[in-house]
Each structure stands twice: as structure tokens, then as C-alpha cells.
């Protein structure tokens, strides 16, 4: 009987999502203030622009990056609301093995409706098994469900290419701490606020070499009031709990050495420093 309903709450999930995989961000720079994603400074050499989209509509945007199988960062409109997190994880069937659809998500079907392996689809992202047997980590979300209203769009947020593996007291504690009590202070008067949550990568890896642990995780907003706007950023050791609160210039700065790709620029200059 359980495994009947399991089947069925399966099934009924199979047609739900699909992402769309592109070569920039053009169905998705809604999710960007003003439009403008950051700068080329943050891609990786093998890099995947992935519109997250299910349920037909498209929810937040993710840079993913094919060889250590994590986001760099996803970006998304803050709008924490009502609803259910997923209990099932999306693969997305385009990072990689092409040309196939942009339909569905869970592993399950994407094997079934292809005909491919787990193994082809773990080619260029991280799957499931990557993220067994985490010792000390977690799924850390880049753009959390807490941040998103209504099912569609926390259920959007479940997917792999959205998730690093992030220090489990990090992810409980203090970032816990930064995304559910500093964001609803800091946006109190806030209209509008843009998000870009990203992960610097480390020099470790879970899963057999395939999957890199990030050495550091950092976020930056941009916000809209009534009469000005705000920006403000924090960043964070991916190896104990604790955050920094920076400006959004020191974070880029942070960023350009880490990163060591040029100078980093995450928002439009119209918003501050
Ligand atoms: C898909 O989205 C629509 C519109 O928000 C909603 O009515 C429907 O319940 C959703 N489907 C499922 C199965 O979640
Ligand atoms: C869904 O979330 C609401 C709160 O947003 C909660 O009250 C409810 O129990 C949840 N339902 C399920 C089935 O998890
Ligand atoms: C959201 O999903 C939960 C199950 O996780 C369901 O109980 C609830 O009715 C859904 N809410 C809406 C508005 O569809
Ligand atoms: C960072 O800023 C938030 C919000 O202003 C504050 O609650 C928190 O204590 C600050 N953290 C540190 C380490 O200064
Ligand atoms: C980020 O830069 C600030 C100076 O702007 C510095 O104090 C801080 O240690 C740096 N943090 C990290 C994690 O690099």
C-alpha cells in the first residue's frame, strides 16, 4: 500500500518540472537587478547557464558549473512565503547529456524516458548517491526554499544544481541564522530585493573526486525602497559557523582574490557600494 502511494506521488511528479539550459541568462535576467547578471569574472571554464523552471514558470536562475558539478551561484528575487518543501530531488535532464527535452527532473524518469544511465546523467552535475554517506555536510541550498513563496517555487529549489555541499553546522547555525532572521531585518523596508547566493570552490571533493566542497559561501542583496536603494553581503568559511557581514564592495573584493579571474562585480552600479 505505502509503495503504491509512493509510486503514485512519484509518477505524479514525473511531468511537473523542467529547467531550461542556455547559453546566457535570456529567459531569466528578471531574476538579476536591473537585469544585469555579474560579471564574467565568476564562470568557470566549463560553465552551464540553467534557467530553473517547473511547473511552467521559471522560479530563480543558477550558473552551474559542469566540472565540479556545483553551482557558482544561483540569483533570485527575495519572497518568502507560505508553502511545502519537496520531498523528492530534480536532476536536470540538460547539463550534459543533450539534446534531450527540457521536461522532467527526478533521476528516476529521466532515466526511464531516455533510456540513459544514472551514470550519463551524473556526466556533467552532481546526482543523488554524490551526496550519500556526507560526513560533518549538508545539501546546502544556494537559493533557499525559505526564500521562495508557494510550492512551485520552494519545490523548484530541490534540485542538485542548486545545492553545495555546505559544513552541517554552518548550514543549521549561522547561515540558518543570516537567511531567516538577518534577511527579514535587513528588508523590512525593502520593495524589491535581489539575491545572488554563491560558493567559492575548494580543494576538496566528496563522491570519489566528483563533487567539489566549496571553501567558502557568500551572498549579497540589493534592495529597493520607497525612496533609495541598499545593498549589504556576507560570506562565510565553508569549515565552522560562522558569518561575516561585509559591504557589497568588500564582498567583491573578497571575490576577485578567491576567485583570482579579475575583478568581480555581482549587481549594476545603480546599486551602492
Ligand atoms: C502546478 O501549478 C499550478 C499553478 O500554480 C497549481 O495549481 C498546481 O497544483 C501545480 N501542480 C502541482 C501538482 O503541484
Ligand atoms: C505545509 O506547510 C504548512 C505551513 O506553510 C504547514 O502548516 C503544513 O502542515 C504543511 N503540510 C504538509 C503536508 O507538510
Ligand atoms: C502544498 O503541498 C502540500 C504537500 O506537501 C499540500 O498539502 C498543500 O495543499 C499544497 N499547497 C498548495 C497551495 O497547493
Ligand atoms: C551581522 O549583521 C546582522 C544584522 O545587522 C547582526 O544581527 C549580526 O550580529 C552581525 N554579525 C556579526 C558577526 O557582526
Ligand atoms: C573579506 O575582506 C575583508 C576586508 O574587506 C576581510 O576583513 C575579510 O577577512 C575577508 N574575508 C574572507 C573570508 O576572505
Same mark, same amino acid.
Given at each position: 500500500?505505502?509503495?503504491?502511494?509512493?509510486?503514485?506521488?512519484? /509518477?505524479?511528479?514525473?511531468?511537473?518540472?523542467?529547467?531550461?539550459?542556455?547559453?546566457?541568462?535570456? %529567459?531569466?535576467?528578471?531574476?538579476?537587478? *536591473?537585469?544585469?547578471?555579474?560579471?564574467?569574472?565568476?564562470?568557470?571554464?566549463?560553465?552551464?547557464?540553467? &534557467?530553473?523552471?517547473?511547473?511552467?514558470?521559471?522560479?530563480?536562475?543558477?550558473?552551474?558549473?559542469?566540472?565540479?558539478?556545483? =553551482?557558482?551561484? %544561483? $540569483?533570485? #528575487?527575495?519572497? =518568502?512565503?507560505?508553502?511545502?518543501?519537496? #520531498?523528492?530531488?530534480?536532476?536536470?535532464? !540538460?547539463?550534459?547529456?543533450?539534446?534531450?527535452? #527540457? +521536461?522532467? *527532473?527526478?533521476?528516476?524518469?529521466?532515466?526511464?524516458?531516455? @533510456?540513459?544511465?544514472?551514470?550519463?546523467?551524473?556526466?556533467?552535475? /552532481?546526482?543523488?548517491? +554524490?551526496?550519500?554517506?556526507?560526513?560533518?555536510? +549538508?545539501?546546502?541550498?544556494?537559493?533557499?526554499?525559505?526564500?521562495? %513563496?508557494?510550492?512551485? %517555487?520552494?519545490? $523548484?529549489?530541490?534540485?542538485?544544481?542548486?545545492?553545495? =555541499?555546505?559544513?552541517?553546522?554552518?548550514? @543549521?547555525?549561522?547561515?540558518?541564522?543570516? !537567511?531567516? #532572521?538577518?534577511?527579514?531585518?535587513?528588508? @523590512? +523596508?525593502?520593495?524589491?530585493?535581489?539575491?545572488?547566493?554563491?560558493?567559492? =570552490?575548494?580543494?576538496?571533493?566528496?563522491?570519489?573526486?566528483?563533487?567539489?566542497?566549496?571553501?567558502?559561501?557568500?551572498?549579497?542583496? &540589493? &534592495?529597493?525602497?520607497?525612496?533609495?536603494?541598499?545593498?549589504?553581503?556576507?560570506?562565510?568559511?565553508?569549515?565552522?559557523?560562522?558569518?561575516?557581514?561585509?559591504?557589497?564592495? !568588500?564582498?567583491?573584493?573578497?571575490?576577485? !582574490?578567491?576567485?583570482?579571474?579579475?575583478?568581480?562585480?555581482?549587481?549594476?552600479?545603480? &546599486?551602492?557600494?
Amino acid at each position: 500500500m505505502l509503495g503504491l502511494l509512493l509510486l503514485q506521488v512519484l /509518477a505524479s511528479c514525473l511531468w511537473l518540472g523542467h529547467s531550461e539550459v542556455v547559453t546566457s541568462f535570456g %529567459s531569466c535576467h528578471g531574476f538579476f537587478s *536591473d537585469r544585469i547578471p555579474p560579471n564574467n569574472a565568476l564562470n568557470p571554464q566549463n560553465p552551464a547557464w540553467i &534557467c530553473q523552471h517547473f511547473n511552467n514558470s521559471y522560479h530563480y536562475a543558477t550558473l552551474y558549473d559542469r566540472d565540479r558539478r556545483i =553551482p557558482v551561484y %544561483s $540569483a533570485y #528575487k527575495y519572497e =518568502p512565503g507560505p508553502g511545502n518543501r519537496s #520531498k523528492l530531488w530534480y536532476a536536470e535532464p !540538460q547539463v550534459g547529456v543533450s539534446p534531450y527535452s #527540457k +521536461d522532467i *527532473d527526478t533521476e528516476k524518469s529521466i532515466r526511464n524516458r531516455y @533510456k540513459i544511465t544514472l551514470q550519463q546523467i551524473g556526466q556533467s552535475q /552532481a546526482i543523488n548517491q +554524490d551526496y550519500n554517506n556526507l560526513q560533518g555536510l +549538508d545539501r546546502g541550498h544556494l537559493s533557499p526554499s525559505g526564500h521562495q %513563496s508557494g510550492n512551485n %517555487s520552494k519545490w $523548484a529549489t530541490f534540485t542538485l544544481t542548486n545545492i553545495v =555541499p555546505q559544513n552541517s553546522a554552518l548550514n @543549521k547555525g549561522q547561515w540558518n541564522i543570516y !537567511q531567516s #532572521k538577518t534577511m527579514p531585518q535587513h528588508t @523590512k +523596508d525593502c520593495t524589491t530585493t535581489y539575491v545572488i547566493t554563491g560558493a567559492v =570552490p575548494g580543494n576538496t571533493y566528496i563522491s570519489n573526486n566528483r563533487v567539489n566542497v566549496p571553501s567558502h559561501i557568500w551572498s549579497a542583496a &540589493c &534592495c529597493q525602497t520607497n525612496t533609495i536603494r541598499r545593498t549589504w553581503a556576507v560570506i562565510a568559511e565553508n569549515n565552522r559557523n560562522q558569518v561575516q557581514n561585509l559591504t557589497r564592495s !568588500q564582498l567583491e573584493g573578497n571575490l576577485t !582574490q578567491l576567485y583570482g579571474r579579475g575583478q568581480v562585480s555581482l549587481f549594476h552600479s545603480a &546599486c551602492p557600494p
